[in-house]
């Protein structure tokens, strides 16, 4: 059985085991499988994977080391197969979107800001809870703003009392974009970096 | 230099975003039946033992 953690480019194929050990699941070693174009990043798993709390982070672990060997799509926790056919099969399928998909996050992670908003009054009439999603819709665009050119794609919801934002940064950047984030007024909460698993 | 583990682990809150990246994001290609009723096909995602998993996941100590 074999358990795919996300697709990376084909011509990696040979090299990447040798220069960037990857662990996943259960301390097995990440290996690249060439399917296409692409290589999809697997291991062995002997029965289907209960998502415990270690499995949980050795995915995402393999899934950030990947980004640092050149970029990955991640996949969603539980893609098993049962061998190499299937698999390969699978990703054939969806090959030109997956390869598209890669040229755009290749070497990119994904940070989560939350920035609290005010819970106020509950809304008296139609206009003021107009206003009050303006309001929350301006501080989202000011904090795009702040994120500035670093910023190559971005997702925002409002939910729970609170500004949700996903951030597509490279790698590279993720480091100073939280820096400037300190000094953004509601101070965020910011967890990351992730894989971009939101953006594909 | 990306961490080796998920970062923040000491927070619930990573532990809640790290749940929400790797269970609820992310390609999907395996685990999916189409069954068509009357010409409408109507799609499984063979994940419910994910889904069914992430209360046991956020209560077990980490």
Redesign the interface.
């Not at chain 2, 230099?1 to 923040?8: K, S, T």
């Not at chain 2, 790797?22 to 685990?31: H, M, T």
């Given at each position: 059985m074999l358990y795919a953690y996300g697709v990376v480019r084909g011509e990696r194929t040979s090299s990447l085991p040798d220069r960037v050990p990857v662990m996943g699941l259960d301390g097995a070693r990440v290996q690249i499988l060439r399917a296409g174009n692409l290589g999809v990043a697997l291991s062995e798993m002997s029965a289907w994977p209960e998502p415990t709390p270690q499995r949980i982070r050795a995915h995402n672990s393999a899934c950030l080391a990947l980004i640092q060997a050149g970029g990955v799509v991640p996949f969603r926790f539980g893609n098993v197969f049962e061998n190499e056919q299937e698999l390969c099969a699978a990703v054939e399928a969806k090959a030109a979107d997956l390869e598209r998909a890669l040229e755009r996050l290749a070497g990119c992670v994904e940070l989560t800001v939350r920035v609290p908003l005010d819970p106020g009054e509950r809304p008296s009439s139609g206009t003021d809870y107009l206003r009050r999603k303006k309001r929350e819709l301006e501080l989202a665009e000011r904090l795009r703003i702040e994120l500035g050119p670093a910023l190559k794609d971005w997702r925002q919801e409002i939910r729970h009392g609170e500004l949700r934002a996903t951030c597509l940064v490279a790698a590279g950047g993720a480091a100073e974009l939280k820096a400037k984030l300190k000094a953004f007024k509601p101070e965020p909460g910011l967890t990351g970096p992730w894989p971009p698993s939101s953006f594909v | 230099?990306?961490?080796?583990?998920?970062?923040?682990?000491d927070?619930e809150?990573?532990?809640v975003?790290?749940?929400d990246?790797?269970?609820?994001?992310?390609?999907?290609?395996?685990?999916e039946a189409t069954i068509a009723i009357a010409d409408i096909d109507l799609i499984y995602l063979g994940?419910n033992?994910?889904l069914a998993?992430v209360e046991t996941?956020l209560k077990?100590p980490?």
């Open positions: - | 230099m990306l961490p080796e583990e998920a970062p923040d682990e927070q809150l990573s532990l975003d790290l749940v990246h790797v269970l609820n994001k992310g390609v999907v290609l395996a685990g994940l033992v994910v998993s996941i077990e980490s």
